[in-house]
């Protein structure tokens, strides 16, 4: 799954976020920055989960700015 939250508004993402967050159990949350992201990290991450394993979420904070 894959969500994009965007705006101006960041008592607002915030809550979407944390909303998001709850709704998913036995989770592994990654809070990136701009520079921290490569595509050798997003492939090497998105193929590391095993079958039995929790799921991962990237947060991907004022990427596009």
Do not use: C, H, P
């Not at 994009?4 to 915030?14: A, C, K, L, N, P």
């Not at 992201?37 to 799921?55: H, I, N, W, Y």
Request: hydrophobic share 35%; glycine share 8%.
């Amino acid at each position: 799954m894959l969500y994009f939250i965007y705006g101006g508004d960041s008592d607002t993402r915030r809550e979407k976020v944390n909303k998001i967050l709850s709704s998913y159990q036995n989770i592994t949350s990654l809070d990136l920055k701009a520079e921290e992201l490569t595509a050798d990290f997003l492939k090497e991450r998105s193929s590391t989960q095993g079958l039995f394993d929790g799921v991962q979420i990237f947060l991907l904070r004022g990427i596009l700015e």
